[in-house]
């Protein structure tokens, strides 16, 4: 395999791309306060309005804590919602850091990813753990967070945004997402798109690479 000699610009999501997650264990932490009667909430909280809400930057962290004790009728403490709220967020391999430092030799690296500013300063924190000489924020020339966008993938207007502000065209980028339907929408603005589907993967697709 050989990368398109019109890529310049590498576009990488967060979650299960760059760094492992389980939202699965986030969803039992949660269900350890519940009844069973009230675990259909926690299955589905992750498709709420209020989540979206949180992502798309609609609603800051207080109102955000505030809205899960609402939705579940529970008097919860900040810490112990934030301490659920974080525990999806697994580690960085370091083999895709070492990746990304390699290719930022070559191309612009940049990061797209939905998530909120809980999530993200837990991310800064597992990767200054593991990586202390260096910054997560410096593995990439420009980061976009749907919170700070006011957007959220699949939205098609989130993939014209990091277009604009990374003047490129859009058949000079390549997007690496682990969800499908934020491919589909990155390929109809134009993107090319390649789809994570295991913990290797990307790491394989470029050892592939010529």
């Known amino acids: 395999m050989k990368l398109d000699n019109k ?28 009844s069973e009667n009230e675990f259909l909430l926690a299955d589905e909280f992750m498709k709420s309005e209020l989540h979206a809400a949180f992502e798309s930057g609609n609603i800051d962290e207080k109102e955000f804590r505030n809205g899960i004790r609402m939705a579940f009728n529970k008097d919860w403490k900040d810490e112990w919602i934030d301490q659920v709220w974080n525990t999806l967020l697994l580690t960085i391999p370091k083999e895709r850091i070492q990746l990304l430092k390699k290719l930022k030799r070559g191309h612009n690296l940049y990061l797209l990813s ?37 957007l959220r993938k699949p ?5 014209e945004k990091v277009v604009e502000k990374i003047g490129a065209k859009p058949e000079q980028c390549l ?10 929408a ?3 603005v134009g993107l090319q798109t390649y789809l994570i589907d295991h913990p290797k993967a990307l790491v394989e697709y470029f050892s592939n690479v010529q």
Do not use: R, W
């Open 155 to 159: 939205d098609k207007k989130i993939y």
């Open 175 to 184: 997007f690496f997402d682990d969800l499908e339907e934020n491919l589909k």
């Open 114 to 150: 939905n998530t909120n500013s809980i999530h993200f300063k837990v991310v800064e924190d597992i990767f200054k753990k593991d990586h202390p000489e260096d910054t997560f924020l410096g593995l990439f020339d420009q980061v976009f967070l749907s919170h700070e966008m006011g």
């Open 7 to 34: 890529i310049e610009n590498l576009i990488f999501d967060m979650g299960n791309v760059i760094i492992d997650i389980d939202i699965s264990l986030t969803l039992k932490e949660l269900k350890s306060d519940l």
């Open 186 to 188: 990155a390929n109809e």
